[in-house]
């Protein structure tokens, strides 16, 4: 076996007090520390995800497991990198892309309806427009890791009770998702739920929600679950019982990517930290998103 590395968790790049040249905004809060960069007006932030060890997939009691989500592994994220904190929005895409191709348009709410393949071409070109920048996906592990930030129970707040399909209570102050919604919807654009069975909230119509609205996890991170699934770097690995160092699943051309965090119309149990996706990259869905990512070179 590997010799686990040596990980200085406390580092991060903005110890010697020099932010990177691209950084319109940096600093340090009790949720950790944060750089900014802001193109066309419209402001990023970004939070530091420091390296560590975290068990990835589920154990079998968690309520709503699929069986892809094991074995529960240990996995040493060796490299800190920093990581969008919310989706990543309208304004953003159309200052860098000059298109919204969103069904629920709105400059806060997060760009949907973006297949895989379009995220490379706008990675592309932010960071042609940025340079230094250099954003990209995060891995399936880096996400994984950043959405539980430190936790190991099936939410970054506690354990989840699902009582119905579509009604998981822990979940309604974290997460926009098919049991509420459509609470308080503010856009005539909206998709009929008045047929979705379960709902912690029965609405005729729902959709997705401005970023930012519901607490974020420990590590300063709005939107990891519900709103907009989110695109990661790679194709989806087979879980075993060992322990592995910054895994990463297949990156053929072409191949299926994953998917993470369940999304406003999913059920409970797809919105769980644990839980994984697999589609084609040229996927484009009203209910799929992205979140960008830096790793610190």
Known sequence: MQTPPVIN???HPLASGNPPAWA????QDRRGVFVAFTLEKVTQRLRWIPPGLFKMGSPENEPGRWDDEGPQHKVYITQGFWLADTPCTQALWEAVMGNNPSRFKSPRRPVEQISWNDVQTFLQTINAKQPGLDLCLPTEAQWEHACRAGTDTALYTGPIEIIGERNAPALDSIAWYGGNSGVGFDLEEGEDSSSWKEMQYPNPKSGTREVGKKKP???GLHDMLG???EWCAEGMRTYSADTVFDPVGPMDA???RVLRGGSWNYDARRCRSAFRSLNQPDLQNYYVGF???RVQS
């Open 9 to 11: 968790t406390a580092w």
């Open 24 to 27: 319109d905004e940096w600093g």
């Open 217 to 219: 996890n420990p590590w």
């Open 227 to 229: 709103n907009v699934w």
């Open 254 to 256: 072409g191949a299926g």
């Open 291 to 293: 979140r960008c990512a």
